[in-house]
């Protein structure tokens, strides 16, 4: 099985035109390369593989004149394949000297020099690019080295892996590949910009610590982000990802920044949030989480050690659960499935363009109802800044006019995580099956003694009001909401206990903004 590393992933340049050329693979097979003379090629640290073939790239095109990179793939001495043409387009890396070799061959480059030995890790990554070229792109069965068809001593050491045997993957199919895993950035679920940030190397990393939210898989992202943000004070979201029941990944701080999630260990330690409580992990969200630590162990070169929570020295917390923690401790067991990086993030400024041109800005605000509609023209005029000023207020955000990275979010989360209630301090069905979703409760819009118990557990959970959870919708219970809609939403609300059209307009207000 072999994951291969997208071009995408390595920021290719896009070629300067695309061959035609004629292609038939099926009549050779697989030419192994080298880079050429010299040593001590090989980059220890997994990241700087990523760089080397983009140099590669750029010696290709600038230097050689050629089009793209020259070869169809390259392993480096982490064993991991990335892409350089693919399976579609022939090589350029076979030399003419020889006719047909790059027509019938696909050009296959080891990461190291003439002087170095190839790791054990990059011949499984060359047996496992040859098997997956044989079976999915139509390559012959011969496996070559580039001195074979042309007067050089390329590929250097590995001539010798070439020459064995030892580089044949047999006639096994190889295993299904599963497709991997993306990590949704924080643009796309609507991410708050933080308010600081602190890079930690991927050589400070030790551990893999999982965790829960300890409320209803039914939260979002943004939704903790907004509890971490405004209850808790912190500069961000505190996990470096987070996996729903479906297995989706969502960036936190991502691999390269300092988390907040245990205390002492936020720079040794990369976190890891399932949304949800004990016992709902499903096999989707286990599978995520493995691959998340799976990919920790590449990027930071050594085999972390797995750890959950209140497994940490200091931290007295039954985080992430009976549940996760047996399967931590049991080695987080599952299936090994790639992780396929993502990232995201703008910032921009009445019209802010780099975060959304003027027209976006102009059709954002008609779908959100303005009347009159606005004239959809790319044009910024006073009828456009009073529309976006009009956006701004509906989704809880300074309404200034300037359309930068908070209005996007919160425009964002508005339609992603917001009820879109009518502030009106009528505590009818509607706020009700809003309230009930928030909170994990049955969402039928009757508010009754389950409800108040869904509702006094979350404030427990992300309010530390320390109530009783028995279902009574007492003074007790609205004063500990009315001091957690402070936090969340600056409401300005008096915590007196009593239950009006105030703390049901706050109620309101902070559903809307996804900030219950």
Known sequence: MVYIVPRSAWNARAPREYTDDPWTPWNGGVIVHHKGPGSGYPYQDHQGCYEQVRVIQLDHIERMGWDDIAYNYLVCTHGWVFEGRGGKIRSAAN??????????????????????????????????????????????????????????ECPGRLYR??????????????????????IVPRVQWGARPARAVSRVEPSARTGFTVHYSAGPPTQTPRQIQNYHMDSNGWDDIGYNFLVDRAGRVYEGRGWYVQGAHATGHNVTH???CFIGRDGEATPEALRSLRALY?????????????????????????????????????GMAGDDVPIADGSGGGSGGGGMTSVRSVAGQQRAVNDLGHSPALEVDGFWGPKTDAGVRWLQQRVGVTADGLWGPDTEAAYHAYLGEGARLDVDGVFGPA?????????????????????????????????????????????????????????????????DGLWGPATVRALQKALNLGKL
């Open 270 to 272: 990369i976190g890891a």
């Open 294 to 330: 799976l990919h920790a162990n590449k990027l930071t070169d050594r085999t972390m050690a797995k750890t959950w929570h209140g497994g940490l020295s200091g931290q007295a917390t039954p985080c992430p659960g009976s549940s996760l923690r047996a399967w931590v401790q049991g």
């Open 161 to 182: 892996y070439v020459n064995d045997g030892s580089l044949d993957p047999g006639s096994s199919a190889p295993s299904p590949l599963p497709p991997p895993i993306d």
């Open 95 to 152: 030399d003419v000297e020889t006719p047909g070799a790059n027509q019938d061959w696909f050009a296959v480059m080891g990461m190291i020099e003439e002087g170095d030995e190839p790791s054990p890790e990059m011949l499984q990554g060359i047996r496992e690019i040859i098997a997956h070229v044989r079976w999915y792109e139509k390559a012959g069965l011969g496996i070559a080295g580039h001195m074979d068809v042309a007067t050089t």
């Open 431 to 495: 706020t009700v099956a809003a309230t009930q979703r928030a909170i994990g409760a049955t969402a039928d819009g009757q508010w009754g003694p389950a409800s108040v118990r869904a509702l006094q557990q979350h404030l427990n959970n992300w309010g530390s009001a320390g109530l009783t959870v028995d279902g009574d919708m007492g003074p007790a219970t609205v004063s500990a909401l009315q001091r957690h809609l402070n936090k969340m939403t600056k409401a300005g609300l008096e915590a």
